[in-house]
Structures are given as structure tokens and as C-alpha cells.
């Protein structure tokens, strides 16, 4: 599992941040996704990294630009998760 850090450009309001998740649920499979226009990011959850390119592909028709992507491995915190 990896997770994803999208910085975006564009998200100012809530509908902002629905339109990019459903944008990028529907491009791909994803485990996870939510959006933060105050943060200007997305963070993904998938099984596999998704590359740059397709991520700017997916957004670009939606008006919203993909500024970077950071990538890292995704752990699960549970609920009684200590540290």
C-alpha cells in the first residue's frame, strides 16, 4: 500500500475538494481519498503508486493543476496505535 500527497492548485470551497475526489476515484483505483482546499492537497491510498502523468491527465479536464506528488509507504494506524 502506498500513499500519496497531491499538491493542487485551484480547490478554493468543499465542492472543490468532492470534485477531485470523485475526479480521481473514478481514474483510478483507490483505497482512500481525501482533499483539503484550506492544505491545497489530496492524499491518496492505493495498492500501487499511480505515475505523476496520469495523475495531471486525470485533472487537467477539471480545471484544478497537480503541483507535486509525494509518495510514501502507507501504515494503518489502529485504534489503540501508540507512537
Given at each position: 500500500m502506498v500513499q500519496m500527497t497531491l499538491k493542487i492548485d485551484g480547490m478554493q470551497c468543499g465542492m472543490c475538494e468532492s470534485h477531485v475526489n470523485d475526479t480521481l476515484r473514478a481514474a483510478?483505483?483507490?483505497?482512500k481519498v481525501s482533499s483539503s482546499h484550506s492544505?491545497?492537497?489530496?492524499?491518496?491510498?492505493?495498492?500501487?503508486?499511480?505515475p505523476e502523468d496520469a495523475l495531471r491527465r486525470a485533472l487537467e479536464p477539471t480545471g484544478y493543476k497537480l503541483v507535486s506528488v509525494q509518495t510514501a509507504p502507507y501504515v494503518k494506524r489502529g485504534l489503540f496505535h501508540r507512537g
Open positions: 483510478f483505483p483507490l483505497k492544505k491545497g492537497e489530496t492524499v491518496l491510498v492505493t495498492a500501487e503508486e499511480i
